[in-house]
C-alpha cells in the first residue's frame, strides 16, 4: 500500500473515531444528569493523570524497538490480564469505583505499549483501528444501555472498551514483520525525556482545565464550563488526529509542508475560526439536542476553544521539539504548564481571568519553543 493511501486511511478512520469519541461525550450528556456528568469528566480527569504510563510506553515505542520473541511473550501476559480484568469487571456487583479505576489504568498501561509498538512496526493502520475498536465500543455500550446510566457504568463502560482493542494489536503484533529492523538516531535518555514530556502534555491538555476549575469555581459555575467542554472537544479530537499521523513523521525527519506550518500561526488561525464557528452553534446545539436549558454561556465555549487551540498548537510544538532532539525544551514547557496550573488552583481566578491568563502564557510558551525549533531549524541548514 502507498504511503498517500496508507495516510489516508489513517486520517479516515481516526475521523471516524473522533466522531464516535464525542458521540460517546453526547450520549453521556444526555444520559446523564449534569450533576453525574460532571462527576464522570472530573473522575476521567483525575484518572488520565494516574494512566501516564500507556503513554509514557507508547512515546517510548516511536523509539524504541523491542524483538519478535519477547512480543510473543508479552502478548501471554497481557491476554491473560485481560481476561482476568474482564472478568472482574463484568462480575463486580457492587459497582466499585476503585476497582474499575485500577484496571482502567492496567488496561490503558497495556494498550498504549501495543500501541506504540504497532505504531512503529505497522505504522498507521493497525493503530487507527485500534482507536476506532475502543470508539465503537464505548458508543455502543452507552448507546445501548445495558446498565442503568450512572457514573459508575460510564466508568465500566470505558474500561471494558478497551479488551478488543488490546485483542487486535496483541494479534497484529505476533502476525508482524519478525525481521523488521529501524534504526534509532535517539540515545536512551532523549528516548526516555521525549517519552515524559509527550506523555504528560497529553494527559495535561484535554484535561487540566477540568482539574484547575473543579476546584476553583462554585457548582453551578462548574457545571456550566463542563456543558461548555462539549465544544472544545471537538478541537482536541481534530489535533489528536493530527497529532498522531504526525508524530512518526516527525521522528522520522520527513520535513512535511505540515510541519513546517507549525512554525507559523496557522493554527492559531484555524482555532479562532473553529471558535467562531462552534461558538455560533453551541445554543441551538445545546438547546435542540443535549436538551440543556439553559444553554452554556457563549463567552465560556468561546474562550475555551481559544485556549485549547493553544494547548494543542503547543501540543504539536513539545512533538517537534522531542523529534529535534530538542526533548529538554519541550520538558521545560511542560513544567511550565504544570506551574501555571498549580498556581492558578492556589489563587483561584474567576473563570474569565482564568482563560486570560491561561492563554497568556500558553503563547508565550509556544514562543520560546518557536524560538528553540527555528533556531535548531538554522543551525542544521548552515552545517
Not at 456528568?37 to 509514557?56: E, I, Q
Not at 510473543?72 to 476503585?98: D, H, K, P, Y
Not at 493502520?125 to 450512572?150: D, E, H, N, R, Y
Request: aromatic fraction near 14%; hydrophobic fraction near 55%.
Amino acid at each position: 500500500m502507498s504511503v498517500l493511501k496508507s495516510i489516508s486511511y489513517f486520517i479516515a478512520i481516526n475521523i471516524a473515531a473522533g466522531v464516535l469519541n464525542y458521540l460517546f461525550q453526547v450520549v453521556g450528556a444526555r444520559s446523564l444528569s449534569i450533576e453525574d456528568f460532571s462527576k464522570f469528566n472530573k473522575w476521567y480527569a483525575y484518572t488520565t493523570m494516574f494512566a501516564l504510563t500507556g503513554g509514557l510506553l507508547q512515546n517510548a515505542a516511536n523509539f524504541y524497538l523491542i524483538p519478535h520473541k519477547q512480543i510473543i511473550r508479552q502478548n501471554v501476559i497481557f491476554v491473560v490480564l485481560a481476561i482476568i480484568g474482564l472478568g472482574l469487571v463484568l462480575s463486580e456487583r457492587s459497582e466499585s469505583t476503585r476497582l474499575f479505576t485500577g484496571i482502567f489504568i492496567l488496561f490503558a498501561t497495556m494498550n498504549g505499549w501495543l500501541t506504540g509498538q504497532s505504531q512503529v512496526r505497522l505504522m498507521y493502520q493497525t493503530m487507527a483501528f485500534a482507536g476506532l475498536t475502543i470508539a465503537a465500543v464505548k458508543v455502543g455500550l452507552a448507546g445501548f444501555q445495558i446498565w442503568p446510566s450512572t457514573t459508575e457504568t460510564y466508568i465500566k463502560i470505558i474500561t471494558l472498551a478497551f479488551v478488543p482493542s488490546i485483542a487486535l494489536l496483541s494479534y497484529r503484533l505476533f502476525k508482524s514483520e519478525k525481521n523488521l529492523n529501524i534504526q534509532v538516531r535517539h540515545t536512551s535518555r532523549e528516548v526516555i525525556s521525549a517519552a515524559i514530556a509527550i506523555s504528560v502534555a497529553t494527559a495535561l491538555v484535554p484535561q487540566i482545565d477540568i482539574l484547575i476549575l473543579s476546584k476553583t469555581l462554585n457548582k453551578n459555575t462548574f457545571e456550566a464550563f463542563i456543558q461548555a467542554s462539549i465544544f472544545y472537544k471537538v478541537v482536541f479530537f481534530f489535533f489528536l488526529i493530527v497529532a498522531q499521523w504526525l508524530l512518526p513523521q516527525q521522528t522520522l525527519d520527513q520535513g512535511l509542508s505540515i510541519i513546517r506550518k507549525l512554525y507559523t500561526f496557522a493554527p492559531l488561525a484555524l482555532g479562532l475560526a473553529a471558535a467562531s464557528i462552534l461558538t455560533l452553534i453551541s445554543e441551538p446545539v445545546s438547546v435542540n439536542i443535549m436538551n440543556w436549558h439553559p444553554a452554556p454561556p457563549r463567552s465560556y465555549v468561546f474562550f475555551s476553544c481559544i485556549n485549547m487551540s493553544l494547548l494543542t498548537w503547543l501540543f504539536l510544538l513539545i512533538q517537534e521539539a522531542c523529534a529535534k532532539r530538542k526533548a529538554h525544551v519541550a520538558l521545560g514547557s511542560v513544567v511550565g504548564l504544570i506551574l501555571l496550573g498549580v498556581f492558578q488552583y492556589l489563587t483561584g481566578w474567576s473563570i474569565h481571568i482564568y482563560f486570560a491568563i491561561n492563554g497568556a502564557v500558553t503563547f508565550f510558551l509556544i514562543l520560546i519553543l518557536l524560538h528553540f525549533l527555528k533556531k535548531t531549524s538554522s543551525s542544521v541548514t548552515s552545517s
